[in-house]
C-alpha cells in the first residue's frame, strides 16, 4: 500500500525554514568541541594594511587540516559579489594536511585566481570574500582610535567579509566528497566547508584589528568580546544552489528526513517538563528580538519577518497560559499542531527548531547522519502500469498541471557561458530555451504520464521491456522509482511556473547550512550570514557551542 | 592536467547533452566514461574515438529479435544502446539462474565494463569476453564491487565485434588462472587520492563539445539570470 507523501516540500513551505540544531554549521562546532580540536595561527605574514598570506592550522584527533588565507589590493571598481567578478579582497582554501612552502606557492598562484585556477586532491574546500564597504573601515578606524564600534552598526551590516561562493566537491580540482568523506574528518556533508567559513570568520576579526593596530599601534585596541561575537561571516548566494536540491534528491530527503525524526520522537513525549517550557518561551522571547533586530531593506522579507513576529507573540502569550495551568495534559505535538493550524509557515518553523533546541539528546545523533550515497536506480522489474499508479500516489501535484499554458512553462534553467553557473531565463522573451536543463521534474513527469497512458499496449510491459522502446524517459524513470521510497526527495511544485520564487530554494538549502539574517537583493539572490552570534575560538566550549542560535544584540550581556 | 572524478563527470555529461543523448542517458553515458577514467582505463580517449559514430547520431532504441539473447548491434555505439541491453538482461535474471547473452557487431564493448560493474551488488557472477582493437581476448570477471581481468586457459570462441556477457544469480565456477587486474572501492579510492589525469588534446575536444549546452550571454540575462542591483556594499 502506498503512503501519500506529507507536504512540507512546497516552494513556499521551503522558503519559511530556519536553522536548527541539525544545520551543517552547529554540527560542526559541536564536534569541533567533543574532539577538542585546536587552532594555531601558523602564520600570519600581512603587511600593515592586511596584505599577504595567513596560514590556520586545525589539529584533530588523526589529521592535521589548514586554512591558507590570502589578501590582496584590488580597486574599489573590481569589488563585486557577483560570481562573474574576477578579483577578490581575500581568497582561501582548506587544505589537507600540514601545508609546505611548495604546496603555499602552488596555492598562492592559483587560489586568488578562483574559478581561473587549479586545485588539487588534497584541497577540500575553495572560498574568496570581499570587504563589506559598510563596515571594515569603520571598524578599523574604531579600533585604531581606541574605541568599539556602535553594536547597533554591527548589526545593521553583520559581518567584516562577506563570501561570494563556497566550493568543494571535486570542483575546480578539489577532493570529490567520496573521497572527502572516506579520507578525511569531514563524513558529513558540508562540515569540511563550514569549517572553512568559520575560520574566516576567524581571520576576518584578526584582520582588522592587525590593520587597526599598524595604523596606531599606541592607542588600537581588540574588539570586545560582545561586540566581536555578534559579527558572523556574510555571504551572497544566487540561483547557483537552486539546481542542487533536485540534482540531489535522496540527499535532500536526508536532511528533511532526518529533521522531522526528530519531531516525531519528540512529538511522542507525553508530557510538557515545566522548567524545559519556560526554556522553551525564553527561546521563543529570543527569536522574536532576533526578528525585530534584523535589518533587511526587501519588502517580501520585511513583511514575512513582521508577520512572524506578531505571530511568535501570539504563540508566547498562548504558551503563557499553558505555562499558568501547568499540570494539564499539555503536549509538545498538540503545541506543534496548534501552531501548524494557527500561525504562518516562518512561525511554525521557528517554533519547531526551538522546540528541537531543547532535545539534544534527540536531534545531535540524528544530526551527525545527514549523508547519503545518493544511488539513483531502475527496478526494471516494475509494470508500467504499477508505475502509473506510482506516478498518480507521488506525483499528483505534477500530472495536474495543465503545461499548455505559457505560464506553466515560463521559466527555463540553463548553464550560462559566461561562468558556466545556473541560470533562470523566460522562455518566450530570451534565447537558449532549447538548451534547458532537464530540472523541470514536474513537466517531464507529466509527459511521461500523458504519453504511458494514452498507449495501453504498454501497461503490461516491464520498465525493461519499456525502455529498450523509449529510452528517452529513462531519467526520469529512474528518478521516480528511486524517490518512491524518499518522501523529501522532490520539491513538489512546478519549478517552470511564471510564479516561481527561486529564493525559497536558496532559503531551504541555506537553513540547512545554518544561515541566519536573511536579506535577498531580488528574487534571485540574497545575503545572508553564518555564525552570527557564535562563539570565537578562544571562548568556545562545552557550556556556548549550542546558545547562540537567533543571536541579538543583547545576547552577549 | 589532473582533474577530479566530478569533472570528468560533469564534463562528459554536458558533452553527451551537447551530442543529442536525452536526460537520463546522458548520465549513464557520463558514468561510463567517467569510471574508465578513473580506473585508468583511458575514458576520455575512448570517448573522443567514438564521437564519430555518436555525435548527432542518438539512437538508444533497442530491437530484440525472437532470440533475445542474441543482439546484432549494428556497429552502434554500447554509449547509446548498452544501459538498457544491461537493464534488460539483468530483469531476465530473474526467471533465469544463468543467461548467456551473444552481442555482434559490437564496435566498443569496453563501455560495458563500468555497466556490469555497478549492477555487480545486485547480481552474484557476470563475466565480459571480448576481443580488443588488437585481436587480444578480453576477460573481466565481476563479482559484488570487484572487477578481476585476467587470462584463462578455458577455450572460450569469441569473434570479431562480438560480446559475450554471461551473467548468474549463483556463484560461478569459472576462474582466471592469471590475475591481472583487480579494481574495488579500495582501488578507486587510491586513484581519486591522485585525481585523473585524462590526455590534454582528448580533454579539450570534449571540453569544446560541453560547450555545445552553454547559453551565451546577453546583458538582459546576465542581469536577470543572476540578480544585479546594489552588490557591493
Redesign the interface.
Known amino acids: 500500500m502506498l503512503q501519500k507523501t506529507p507536504n512540507h516540500m512546497t516552494l513556499e513551505r521551503m522558503g519559511s525554514r530556519y536553522p536548527s540544531r541539525l544545520s551543517f554549521s552547529r554540527s560542526m562546532l559541536r564536534e569541533m568541541v567533543k574532539e577538542n580540536w585546536k587552532i594555531i595561527k601558523a602564520k600570519f605574514d600581512l603587511d600593515k594594511d592586511g596584505y599577504g598570506t595567513a596560514v590556520y592550522e586545525l589539529n584533530t584527533p588523526n589529521q592535521i587540516y589548514s586554512l591558507v588565507c590570502f589578501s590582496q589590493y584590488i580597486p574599489e571598481e573590481d569589488r563585486s559579489d557577483r560570481v562573474i567578478a574576477e578579483k577578490w579582497d581575500t581568497s582561501y582554501t582548506l587544505h589537507s594536511g600540514k601545508i609546505s612552502e611548495k604546496n603555499l606557492d602552488r596555492l598562492r598562484q592559483n587560489i586568488p585566481l578562483q574559478e581561473a585556477g587549479r586545485s588539487s586532491a588534497n584541497e577540500l574546500v575553495m572560498s574568496r570574500a570581499n570587504k563589506s564597504v559598510r563596515l571594515f573601515e569603520k571598524v578599523i578606524e574604531c579600533l585604531s582610535e581606541g574605541l568599539q564600534p556602535n553594536i547597533k552598526e554591527i548589526n545593521a551590516v553583520g559581518y567584516l567579509l562577506r563570501t561570494t561562493a563556497v566550493y568543494g566537491n571535486g570542483k575546480f580540482g578539489m577532493s570529490d566528497f567520496v573521497r572527502t568523506k572516506t579520507a578525511t574528518h569531514f563524513s558529513q556533508p558540508f562540515r569540511a566547508e563550514m569549517l572553512a567559513v568559520y575560520i574566516i570568520r576567524e581571520f576576518s576579526v584578526d584582520l582588522v584589528e592587525h590593520v587597526a593596530y599598524h595604523k596606531n599601534p599606541s592607542k588600537a585596541v581588540k574588539l570586545s568580546n560582545n561586540i566581536k561575537q555578534h559579527l558572523g561571516i556574510g555571504n551572497s548566494t544566487g540561483l547557483g544552489m537552486a539546481p542542487f536540491i533536485i540534482k540531489h534528491p535522496t540527499l535532500i530527503h536526508q536532511w528533511m528526513s532526518q529533521y522531522e525524526k526528530t519531531l516525531n520522537e519528540i512529538k511522542l513525549i507525553k508530557n510538557i517538563d515545566k522548567k524545559q517550557f519556560n526554556k522553551f518561551i525564553k527561546l521563543l522571547h529570543k527569536a522574536k528580538l532576533y526578528l525585530d533586530e534584523v535589518l533587511t531593506f526587501d519588502e517580501y522579507q520585511k513583511n514575512k519577518n513582521y508577520n512572524s513576529s506578531v505571530d511568535l507573540n501570539k504563540v508566547i502569550k498562548h504558551c503563557e497560559k499553558i505555562s499558568l495551568n501547568a499540570g494539564s495534559a499539555n503536549s509538545w505535538k498538540e503545541l506543534i499542531e496548534h501552531c501548524e493550524n494557527n500561525y504562518n509557515y516562518d512561525t511554525q518553523e521557528i517554533v519547531k527548531v526551538q522546540i528541537i533546541e531543547l532535545f539534544p539528546s534527540i536531534a545531535d545523533p540524528l544530526a551527525n547522519d545527514m549523508s547519503d550515497e545518493e544511488n539513483m536506480g531502475i527496478d526494471t522489474k516494475q509494470t508500467i502500469l504499477s508505475l502509473i499508479n506510482l506516478i498518480k500516489n507521488k506525483y499528483d501535484w505534477a500530472i495536474n498541471i495543465d503545461f499548455k499554458k505559457k505560464n506553466n512553462t515560463y521559466l527555463f534553467w540553463y548553464i550560462s557561458e559566461e561562468k558556466l553557473e545556473p541560470r533562470l531565463g523566460e522562455r518566450y522573451n530570451e534565447k537558449g530555451a532549447e538548451l534547458e536543463q532537464p530540472l523541470g521534474i514536474g513537466k517531464m513527469v507529466n509527459e511521461l504520464y500523458n504519453f504511458a497512458i494514452n498507449l495501453p499496449s504498454t501497461h503490461k510491459l516491464n520498465i525493461a521491456e519499456f525502455l529498450l522502446k523509449f529510452p528517452e524517459f529513462r531519467g526520469i524513470i529512474r528518478r521516480i522509482q528511486t524517490l518512491s521510497h524518499y518522501d523529501y526527495g522532490e520539491i513538489k511544485d512546478n519549478i517552470l511556473s511564471k510564479q516561481t520564487l527561486p529564493l525559497n530554494m536558496l532559503r531551504f538549502k541555506l537553513s540547512f547550512f545554518g544561515a541566519s539574517r536573511y536579506d535577498p537583493k531580488s528574487d534571485r539572490w540574497l545575503r545572508v550570514s553564518f555564525f552570527a552570534g557564535a562563539p570565537f575560538y578562544d571562548n568556545l566550549s562545552s557550556n556556548n557551542v549550542d546558545s547562540w542560535g537567533f543571536a541579538t544584540m543583547n545576547s552577549y550581556n | ?7 570528468v563527470y560533469v564534463t562528459a555529461l ?1 558533452a553527451f547533452s551537447g551530442m543529442g543523448f ?7 553515458a557520463a558514468f561510463i566514461i567517467a569510471w574508465l577514467e578513473l580506473n585508468n582505463f583511458n575514458g576520455i580517449k575512448l570517448l573522443v574515438n567514438s564521437i564519430d559514430i555518436i555525435d548527432n547520431r542518438y539512437s ?5 529479435d525472437n532470440n533475445e539473447f542474441i543482439i546484432n548491434l549494428k556497429n552502434s555505439s554500447v554509449l ?1 544502446k548498452g ?3 544491461i ?2 538482461f ?2 531476465k535474471l ?1 526467471q533465469k539462474k544463468k543467461i548467456e547473452i551473444i552481442i555482434n557487431n559490437c564496435l566498443d564493448a569496453h563501455y560495458f565494463i563500468p555497466l556490469l560493474y555497478k549492477i555487480s551488488p545486485k547480481i552474484i557472477f557476470s563475466k565480459l569476453i571480448y576481443l580488443n582493437s588488437n585481436n587480444k581476448k578480453m576477460i573481466y570477471v565481476f563479482k559484488k564491487n570487484l572487477l578481476q581481468a585476467g587470462l584463462s586457459s578455458h577455450e572460450i570462441a569469441i569473434e570479431k565485434k562480438q560480446v559475450k556477457i554471461i551473467m548468474s544469480s549463483e556463484d560461478d565456477l569459472f576462474f582466471l588462472d592469471k590475475i591481472k587486474r583487480e579494481i574495488s572501492s579500495s582501488t578507486m ?1 587510491n586513484n ?4 585523473l589525469n585524462p590526455n590534454i588534446e582528448d580533454w579539450e575536444i570534449i571540453e569544446k563539445i560541453a ?8 546583458e ?3 542581469i ?10
Open positions: 592536467m589532473r582533474y577530479s572524478f566530478y569533472e554536458r536525452p536526460y537520463g542517458a546522458d548520465e549513464d538508444g532504441e533497442n530491437k530484440i547509446m544501459p538498457a541491453l537493464d534488460y539483468e530483469s530473474g579510492q581519486l587520492a591522485k585525481s560547450q555545445r549546452t552553454f547559453v551565451p550571454e546577453s538582459e540575462s546576465r536577470k539570470g543572476a540578480g544585479g542591483g546594489d552588490d557591493n556594499d
